[in-house]
């Protein structure tokens, strides 16, 4: 991105934001004035609100599991996959070491491996495309709708082939992928499907939970998720021998059922993904508040998009129908430079950040990485799939409409949506202001 910030620095940035600046707001009206950058005065001069949120209950339950001296996978972590999956509809619930733990899981459950396909958007954190890495698959795109920032779907059918053995669409943001259309050309081609739902917790597809649609879904808690533990993740299912194939797979080949320790094994292919009772007791303690937060987000999400919509050249990422609630883990939209006389993004979200309000640029094309081009030209990978099909790979994965959407993409972060709604007013004031001089900002850029 054209800031230099991943979203994990950005997100701690907007954090620290909130506990460096000590002067009061100004009014939402501040717009009037001259940008930041341009010698006015800033829009906001505190910051948002901090994340993680650390509460009294949060110590006592880590102090807890300190003292009880059960650090393995036992009470705690029994007890967060029994409310997790509750709290989402969901039979049952898998916890593992973090969300890429999930997804990989996920993967081997269904035995993906050398010579398989496995169907990904390039609008995604890294961690979607390293599991199918790791197996050992190829990875395949299937280009972006831009006005959802999600998986097309009408994209979908075609990349299919007889190798095909996943399909991973992306919540992203917290906003739901087209859930209707996946999962009906998911079972016409009778390929599983595996929800990466690591930025969705809370979020639903016609009243349900994300993640409780797929075959699996995954979740991520890392310590900027809007329900985090530092690290860790879960896997929800509504099939039984999918969970315990999950449960085996990240668990050292050993029964879901049975005891932690000994040394019968069942299965094939495993590894070592469990949570850790310290990230269990945090979960649970943590959960405390969740729906509230889920709500605040959502409601003042909507308030803002109703201002931002407003504003030439700002397009906030647009809901399917059947998106009954976006997590809103980040808020999206999209910067037109042309209505804003040119003025470039870069120096769109410089002057937006001088006005107190953090923006970053988001993700860069995931189907250009380097690392993927690395992996791909290596041993193992031309000995499985030839060196022809390696160098055709780049070639049968262009994403177009993605490239364009990661030349406009802008996001707020999920904390930026927890305060009063006097907070939206000021961010949509500070975009109105930009507008207002953005041909004073071009010049001087």
Not at 16 to 31: I, N, Q, V, Y
Not at 156 to 163: E, G, M, N, V
Not at 271 to 295: C, I, P, V
Request: hydrophobic share 40%; glycine share 10%.
């Amino acid at each position: 991105m054209d800031s230099g910030l991943t979203r994990r620095k950005f997100l701690a940035a907007a954090s620290a934001a909130g506990a460096g600046f000590t002067l009061a707001g100004r009014a939402a009206g501040a717009e009037e004035d001259k940008p930041a950058l341009l010698g006015g005065k800033p829009v906001r001069a505190q910051g948002f609100p901090s994340w993680p949120m650390v509460t009294p209950p949060d110590e006592k339950a880590v102090m807890e599991v300190v003292r009880s001296g059960r650090w393995y996978h036992g009470r705690s972590v029994n007890r967060f996959e029994e409310e997790y999956a509750k709290i989402n509809g969901a039979k049952h619930c898998v916890a593992t070491s973090s969300g890429t733990g999930a997804l990989y899981t996920s993967l081997g459950a269904f035995g993906v491996g050398p010579g398989d396909e496995v169907i990904v958007p390039p609008y995604t954190f890294m961690a979607t495309i390293t599991v199918v890495l790791l197996h050992y698959a190829m990875p395949v795109f299937v280009d972006s709708d831009r006005e959802t920032f999600q998986m097309d779907p009408g994209k979908l059918d075609a990349a299919i082939t007889d190798r095909t053995a996943a399909i991973i669409p992306v919540h992203i943001g917290g906003y739901a992928a087209d859930m209707d259309s996946i999962l009906a050309i998911a079972k016409k081609r009778n390929v599983p499907v595996i929800e990466d739902a690591c930025q969705a917790h809370f979020g639903q597809w016609r009243g349900r939970s994300l993640g409780s649609w797929g075959t699996t879904g995954c979740f991520s808690f890392q310590v900027t998720k809007n329900l985090p533990s530092g690290e860790g993740g879960a896997i929800l299912t509504n099939d039984e021998p999918t969970a315990n194939k999950c449960f085996a797979f990240h668990n050292c080949c050993r029964k879901r059922s049975g005891a932690a320790s000994g040394f019968t094994y069942e299965g094939g292919q495993n590894t070592n993904l469990r949570m850790t009772e310290f990230q269990g007791a945090l979960l649970l303690s943590q959960m405390n508040g969740l729906e509230e937060r889920a709500n605040t987000r959502h409601e003042n999400a909507k308030y803002l998009t109703s201002m931002l919509r407003e504003i030439p050249g700002i397009l906030p990422a647009r809901l399917y129908e059947g998106c009954t609630r976006s997590a809103y883990h980040l808020y999206m939209f999209r910067y037109q430079p042309e209505k804003f006389a040119n003025l470039r993004r870069a120096d769109f979200l410089r002057a937006l950040n001088a006005e107190g309000i953090p923006c970053s640029a988001g993700y860069a094309p995931l189907n250009k990485a380097g690392f993927i081009q690395d992996a791909l030209n290596s041993r193992p990978y031309v000995r499985v799939y030839g060196k022809a099909a390696i160098e055709q790979w780049a070639d049968r994965n262009r994403c177009p409409e993605n490239d364009t959407l990661c030349e406009e993409a802008a996001w707020f972060t999920q904390n930026m949506l927890l305060g009063p709604r006097t907070d939206m007013d000021q961010i949509a004031a500070a975009v109105r202001k930009i507008h207002k001089f953005a041909g004073d900002l071009a010049r001087s850029a």
